[in-house]
């Protein structure tokens, strides 16, 4: 199949070498040898490296080369500065580096013929990097804030998907804009003719649509008084506006829970990448209360946070310590949260028999962990409600979950089923991992936002 007018082999091939140091390198190939005595020429003539996978130090490097024949820069950098991009690799050292291609994370070119390197809407975190540090190398990490060290850029893959994530939103949302904006130009331009009546430009429904079509169409956003007069003057006037005109409050009302959900994946987004304690998520939850209620599937209240739970008095000595008590809103039933860290492993990194990984301890800990403060709450909910201001919850088949770590870890076919058959067999605990809670924030907005884009 064609790739945008490239069939496959009309750049190149890529050779496979497997070194005595247990290395595994892909050289590119030209199918079009340079011109004798260019700077392309002595390229290839030492070896167009683009991979090096390093299973002994778990390492796997790409090296984004500039593969165009025609280009000045064929077979040397693709890009200005960065020379070399570092990722961590799980495979053997027997893999062919085509396999090893096909299993590069979302957001890089897997297609050797491209040079490598990240997919093109990547593109503008490598130019900010080369605009404003001197590094040569980006390096990917598990977790963690982005960091300069000497000549390398470290980011965390949580923080890099959110970017990327966010950078497709930004381009649907841009290239709907200015659909717009054609669309009515060309209408109103041929109206007359047509015999149809003109059409006002729609701007669409969420903030960021609405002032990238007002740019497109060469208009300006709000200034911030303006922002303020319009807000003062929708909250003065919004009973007579809801008696008036109730579906355009009910699209205003999903506006806002749009960019609420969006504001709120944000922080989600950049928590995920900065590493935090128990005890920092512990608070995020607290104060982002909806994030941990679409783990229940139904209408849910918090009751208590930190709660001791057993018989006595207040005192937390000798008592389990449940991170959140919640109930359900129409049933008033009980349910226990154990939180544990984004970055706590979920499955132990090599397989207990062929294709079979057991789940880390610190994972069946937290589970029986929080049976055991269910078992407590039912045998002595007088005393533990007697803690709580809300005492209209009740023990009679309380729910547990565990939220921890990321499902992300879960790299492999078999990881993932042993992690299934983990989970889906526990009795009495629903355990879920913190990208999945991403997940369900995502689609969420993404439902709401969806008359946006009609």
């Known amino acids: 199949m064609a790739r945008f007018g490239l069939q496959p082999g009309d750049r190149g091939k890529l050779e496979s070498q497997w070194t005595s140091q247990g290395l595994i390198q892909g050289f590119f190939i030209p199918k079009e040898r340079p011109a004798p005595g260019t700077s392309a020429a002595d390229r290839a003539a030492a070896g167009v490296k683009l991979i090096e996978a390093d299973p002994a130090n778990r390492q796997l490097t790409l090296y984004p080369t500039d593969t165009r024949p025609r280009s000045e820069d064929f077979l040397g950098p693709k890009y200005a500065k960065i020379s070399a991009i570092v990722l961590p690799f799980e495979g053997q050292s027997d893999l062919d580096v085509r396999e090893i291609l096909e299993e590069?994370?979302?957001?890089?070119?897997?297609?050797?013929?491209?040079?490598?390197?990240?997919?093109?809407?990547?593109?503008?975190?490598?130019?900010?990097?080369?605009?404003?540090?001197?590094?040569?190398?980006?390096?990917f990490v598990a977790s963690g804030d982005p960091n300069v060290s000497g000549s390398t850029f470290r980011i965390g893959f949580p923080r890099f998907d959110a970017l990327r994530d966010e950078l497709g939103r930004i381009k649907s949302r841009g290239d709907l804009g200015i659909r717009r904006v054609k669309e009515t130009h060309v209408h109103n331009d041929l109206a007359t003719t047509l015999g149809l009546e003109p059409r006002q430009l729609s701007l669409g429904r969420l903030p960021t649509s609405?002032?990238?079509?007002?740019?497109?169409?060469?208009?300006?956003?709000?200034?911030?008084?303006?922002q303020e007069e319009l807000l003062g003057a929708t909250a003065a006037n919004a009973a007579q506006i809801a008696a008036k005109v109730p579906a355009r409050v009910a699209r205003l009302q999903r506006d806002i829970e749009v960019?609420?959900?969006?504001?709120?994946?944000?922080?989600?987004?950049?928590?995920?990448?900065?590493?935090?304690?128990?005890?920092?998520?512990?608070?995020?939850?607290?104060?982002?209360?909806?994030?941990l209620q679409l783990l229940f599937g139904g209408p849910t209240v918090i009751v208590e946070a930190q709660l001791p739970i057993g018989e006595g008095g207040n005192s937390a000595k000798g008592k389990k310590i449940a991170d959140y008590l919640l109930r359900n809103a129409m049933t008033n039933n009980a349910s226990l949260v154990e939180i544990k860290k984004p970055s706590t492993k979920l499955m132990k990194r090599k397989p207990y028999r062929g294709g079979v990984y057991g789940v880390q301890s610190e994972i069946g800990e937290a589970v029986t962990q929080v049976l055991d403060q269910a078992l407590q709450l039912t045998r002595h909910e007088t005393d533990t409600k007697s803690r709580t201001s809300d005492k209209s919850w009740a023990s009679n088949a309380p729910r547990c979950f565990v939220v921890a770590g990321r499902a992300s870890e879960l790299d492999t076919a078999d990881k993932q089923k042993s992690f299934d058959l983990y989970r889906e067999h526990l009795s009495g605990v629903r355990l879920v991992t913190y990208d999945e809670i991403l997940g369900q924030l995502k689609t969420l907005r993404d439902f709401l936002a969806a008359e946006a884009i009609t």
């Open 104 to 139: 590069l994370p979302s957001g890089f070119t897997k297609d050797y013929e491209y040079g490598l390197g990240f997919a093109r809407e990547c593109n503008v975190i490598v130019d900010l990097i080369e605009e404003f540090t001197d590094c040569r190398v980006i390096e």
């Open 210 to 226: 609405k002032w990238m079509t007002r740019v497109a169409a060469g208009g300006r956003p709000l200034s911030d008084e303006e």
């Open 259 to 291: 960019v609420n959900l969006d504001q709120l994946i944000a922080s989600y987004s950049a928590a995920l990448a900065a590493g935090h304690n128990e005890a920092w998520w512990q608070k995020f939850f607290e104060e982002n209360v909806f994030a």
